[in-house]
């Protein structure tokens, strides 16, 4: 993967846009698009400050939003059309939610109720 930009948000994350397409014949390719947003964990996010570390224990910080876009059997001529169109859709589309101050709250905390209800998907690592 390469990376195609880096884009500072007003709530101080920066996101990361990268370009995983790749080729897959001589005149075909799989289109790419991967947006990864490192998003700190903080204890003040919690209620319980036992529930912060079970979270770092498990996912690590920082935590990374990770948005993906893809196409596959897409002409090598049309490649950097439709990533660009990928990439106009992301900051249309998502990018404003992302760039909400609550985001990494609401973030670090879905990523934390995923945890509880689902501990054999994410055993504790602690």
Same mark, same amino acid.
């Given at each position: 993967?390469?990376?195609?930009?880096?884009?500072?948000?007003?709530?101080? @994350? %920066?996101?990361?846009?990268?370009?995983?397409?790749?080729?897959?014949?001589?005149?075909?390719?799989? $289109? %790419? @698009? /991967?947006?990864?947003?490192?998003?700190?964990?903080?204890? =003040?996010?919690?209620?319980?400050?036992?529930?912060?570390?079970?979270?770092?224990? %498990? *996912? #690590?910080?920082? @935590? /990374?939003?990770?948005?993906?876009?893809?196409?596959?059997?897409?002409? %090598? #001529?049309?490649?950097?059309?439709?990533?660009? =169109?990928?990439?106009?859709?992301?900051?249309?589309? /998502?990018?404003?939610?992302?760039?909400?101050?609550? *985001?990494?709250?609401?973030? $670090? @905390?879905?990523?934390?109720?995923?945890?509880?209800?689902?501990?054999?998907?994410?055993?504790?690592?602690?």
């Amino acid at each position: 993967m390469t990376l195609f930009e880096e884009i500072i948000l007003p709530n101080g @994350l %920066v996101a990361e846009i990268w370009d995983g397409s790749r080729l897959i014949a001589a005149d075909t390719t799989t $289109v %790419v @698009l /991967v947006v990864k947003i490192p998003v700190v964990l903080k204890e =003040e996010y919690f209620e319980d400050p036992a529930a912060c570390r079970k979270t770092a224990r %498990v *996912f #690590g910080s920082p @935590l /990374v939003y990770e948005y993906r876009n893809e196409r596959t059997f897409i002409t %090598v #001529g049309e490649r950097e059309a439709l990533f660009n =169109e990928f990439l106009a859709n992301f900051k249309k589309d /998502v990018l404003p939610y992302l760039s909400k101050d609550h *985001f990494p709250k609401r973030f $670090v @905390l879905s990523k934390y109720q995923e945890m509880i209800k689902d501990p054999w998907k994410h055993p504790d690592r602690g």
